[in-house]
């Protein structure tokens, strides 16, 4: 249309000047007529081919912007976010969760802005952004981190507790990720341990171009249930996992499957989706199976509430099985086999005044989690093969925080958690044959912890933090904690997610 446009113009032009050329001249001669029409015939095809090589070049720019911006577009849309809404360049290295903080209300509504978010590290388009996440921990521990353990709960065996006393390397990431052709993308990230071993934390592949807001993601990924699991460790408020993720989940749950998610046509952002995996993650474990041996669906919604607040709410269900899933307790080992299954509620909300996060901003962040077990008991004994018993049960837990930004670099936290082990119906208990001392582990009880938290963000780059926890996640005692951490980061990253 542009184009049709200016060639009538200059068409137009071109018809009108020799007839106006005429009436305000004396005549001349055919030499000189057809000198002069010769000449305007060279002047419109000059401008015809200048307009044609403008236009070739805005349709190039055109062209390089929309690519561009197709790169920018992660697998996973998020609730809007004023500074990935608005951000064009790639943010650094995780941004320590800058990204996150600084911007706790869109400027747009979230639907608008769910396509811009989690912009993908640019530069260059096919080769992989690789960023660096180095940390640290220094901890005082009242009571001894080799004695710890969630009470009523059946070990996990994964990340759970304090850690170890004095100076501690934290958990280091590497990250590559880059778009590997218009349909593909593509990240590793790997998780550099304190004991020096490495461990594959994320690998997977994404679709770029599917139509009608369908995404599809395969290989090795932090599952997206919930709203924490999703993220890695060093984009969270406080140094450690709540305890309802230490007691349900291990830590976090990942799983080597397919996910596929769908966000809706709306004005406000929803987002549907559903996993398949092998379950060898905790709650489950390794089984040596064909097919699915994990199931999760959960959804996700969120809209702006004004010019100052924007909310997130989710709801998630994960099945899985275990077989033989074995744990210690008192020296003896002893091991689950059965069904698993949970549920698991999250709200978040943020404030912001006029949506201009960078001085101050609120954050309210909780989710609950119920989870049930069916199946067999296998109890071991000092002096006599394991007994068989029947085991269930029905757990719940929750945690609730809040995060405020008082002023520029500077924030404060506060949060509480509790657990409910519920009374579990173990066979061989109920019957008489056996009593709680020789289960201790899973005797009923209801922990708590309480942690206040202050850091201080010199840049986008780095974080200093200070938590003091009060943890009663065992009977008749107390530990009070206290963490110093570091947390920097290197190289380009993704934005972090609402």
């Known amino acids: ?3 049709t446009s200016m060639l009538a113009a200059a ?8 007839s106006t050329y005429a009436a305000d001249q004396k005549p001349r001669s055919s030499q000189s007529e057809a000198a002069s029409l010769a000449a305007l015939r060279a002047e419109i095809s000059s401008m015809k081919q200048a307009y044609e090589q403008r236009l070739q070049a805005l349709e190039l720019r055109l062209q390089q912007a929309e690519t561009a911006a197709q790169a920018r577009v992660d697998a996973q849309a998020t609730p809007g976010n004023a500074n990935l809404a608005s951000s064009a360049a790639p943010v650094p290295a995780q941004s320590v969760e800058r990204a996150d903080t600084a911007s706790a209300v869109p400027s747009a509504p979230l639907a608008a802005s769910a396509s811009a978010a989690a912009i993908a590290p640019a530069g260059n388009l096919f080769n992989p952004a690789i960023s660096m996440i180095l940390a640290g921990t220094l901890q005082n521990l009242r009571q001894d981190p080799q004695q710890y353990a969630l009470q009523g709960f059946i070990p996990s065996g994964g990340e759970v507790g304090p850690g170890k006393r004095g100076f501690n390397l934290g958990e280091s990431e590497l990250t590559f990720a880059a778009n590997i052709d218009p349909q593909f993308a593509g990240q590793l990230t790997l998780a550099f341990s304190p004991e020096n071993e490495a461990a594959v934390e994320e690998a997977y592949i994404r679709t770029r171009a599917l139509e009608n807001g369908v995404k599809l993601k395969a290989g090795r990924m932090l599952s997206g249930i919930g709203y924490m699991n999703g993220q890695h460790a060093h984009t969270w408020d406080f140094v450690d996992a709540p305890l309802a993720y230490q007691a349900m989940l291990g830590g976090q749950y990942k799983t080597d499957g397919v996910q596929a998610t769908w966000l809706a046509p709306l004005d406000q952002y929803l987002e549907v989706g559903v996993e398949a995996g092998n379950g060898a993650g905790f709650p489950g474990n390794e089984r040596n199976r064909n097919g699915a041996g994990a199931v999760a669906v959960f959804a996700h919604l969120g809209d702006d509430l004004g010019a100052s607040t924007s909310y997130r709410a989710g709801l998630s269900y994960l099945r899985t099985a275990a077989q033989q899933r074995s744990f210690a307790d008192a020296g003896l080992e002893h091991s689950f086999s059965g069904r698993s299954a949970m549920w698991m509620a999250d709200a978040v909300l943020k404030w912001a ?12 962040q909780g989710e609950y989690f119920r989870r049930s077990e069916n199946g067999s008991l296998d ?9 068989a018993s029947a085991y269930n049960s029905v757990q719940s837990g929750w945690y609730l925080q809040s995060v405020y930004q008082f002023m520029p670099n500077w924030r404060a936290g506060l949060r509480y958690d509790r657990l409910n082990s519920g009374t579990p119906r173990i066979g061989l208990i109920d019957s008489g044959a056996l009593d709680w001392s020789s289960l201790a582990i899973l005797q009923p009880y209801r922990a708590t912890r309480q942690s206040l938290m202050l850091d201080y963000s010199p840049s986008e780059f780095s974080r200093l933090r200070l938590q003091f926890a009060r943890d009663q996640s065992r009977a008749g005692v107390n530990d009070n904690q206290i963490f110093l951490q570091y947390i920097m980061s290197l190289g380009t990253h993704a934005a972090h997610a609402f």
């Open 1 to 3: 249309m542009f184009k």
């Open 11 to 18: 068409l137009s032009a071109a018809v009108a000047a020799p």
């Open 353 to 364: 005044p006029n949506g201009n996060a960078t001085r101050t901003n609120l954050k309210l």
């Open 379 to 387: 109890v071991a004994s000092a002096d006599a093969e394991p007994l």
